[in-house]
């Protein structure tokens, strides 16, 4: 697991727990549907001990794991839109340039 400092009050973090986040909200009209085909994100919890904050984290990808790997000096690893093919770093939830979301599903 990461090693994580709390941002409020610097106490080393706990890992919690992995879950999916549902993506999507329920309406009055249309129901539970977009929450069903909005998909999940899958996540890691981190919570302070001291204060109670809580840190959440994408769980282990496949481009998560190559970014841990990636000795390059000062720089964050860049991935391509596959919607508009921009450039960008990899820690951005959706493209910039086309609000293409990254979401697993």
Partial sequence: ????????????MQFYKRDEIQLGTAGFIMGNIDNIVSG????EMYACPICG????????????IKAENYE??????????????TSHDLDYPKCPECGYKYVSE
């Fill in 40 to 43: 999940s994100v899958d996540t």
């Fill in 1 to 12: 697991m990461k090693e994580i400092r709390c941002l409020r009050c610097n106490e080393l």
């Fill in 53 to 64: 904050k809580l840190e959440f984290f994408l769980a282990k990808t496949e481009e998560l």
């Fill in 72 to 85: 390059g000096e000062d720089e964050i690893l860049q991935v391509v839109c596959p919607e508009c093919g």
